[in-house]
């Protein structure tokens, strides 16, 4: 069991090895980060992780998934799926996103959805660490090409908590859904104030 006593519905345990579960809680202790909410019982969870504004979220996302021991899927964009780190970040759950073929990225997600009894797979909605105006809606189309739910975390530099939030329905009008969440982004503070 991790230090951080936050539940991980059985489908969803990592079983990775204790020193690996330690270091990482020890670390994210270190720097006093806290972990807040729950990881959902259900079997299929679009993540939507934000602001999204540094490499260091990418850092404190895996000590996060480390440290609980959860088998968490995300999307990461192809570059850094590097020779030499691609098998690490792919054991890590990370999942190369090619934004020139999202095709791709759909199969990909239709393989975990026929290869496992459920998942929860992790994104930024911004599509890069800059700050946009929009969001991209790739998560929309996710949940509902696979019957996923969507749930909201934010992660907070300022605070130091990594928010594990609540479920979120689009109500299929797009524009109003992208702005919904951006709005509950910025009540969390980036690592770069935007």
């Known amino acids: 069991m991790s230090n ?18 330690n270091i990482s809680s020890w670390v994210l202790k270190l720097q006093k980060w806290k972990i807040n909410g729950a990881i959902p019982e259900e079997k299929r969870v679009v993540l939507v992780i934000g602001p999204h504004t540094s490499n260091w979220d990418f850092i404190i996302g895996v000590l996060v998934i480390l440290s609980l021991d959860a088998k968490i899927n995300w ?10 780190f691609k098998g690490l970040l792919t054991r890590l759950g990370g999942i190369p996103v090619n934004r020139q073929d999202p095709s791709d990225l759909f199969s990909k997600i239709k393989v975990i959805t026929e290869k496992s009894n459920g998942y929860l797979i992790g994104m930024a909605p ?24 969507i749930m909201l975390a934010g992660i907070d530099f300022q605070k ?14 797009l524009n109003n859904d992208l702005l919904f969440v951006q709005d509950y982004f910025s009540r969390y503070s980036g690592k770069r104030q935007q």
Do not use: C
């Open 75 to 84: 999307l990461g964009k192809h570059t850094i799926f590097k020779k030499g």
């Open 126 to 149: 911004e599509g890069t660490r800059k700050k946009v105006l929009k969001l991209k809606s790739g998560f929309i189309r996710i949940a509902k090409q696979t019957n996923s739910k």
């Open 4 to 21: 951080y006593q936050i539940a991980v519905p059985q489908h969803l345990k990592a079983n990775r090895p204790k020193f690996i579960i």
């Open 160 to 173: 130091k908590i990594v928010n594990l939030d609540k479920f979120f329905t689009p109500t299929g009008d």
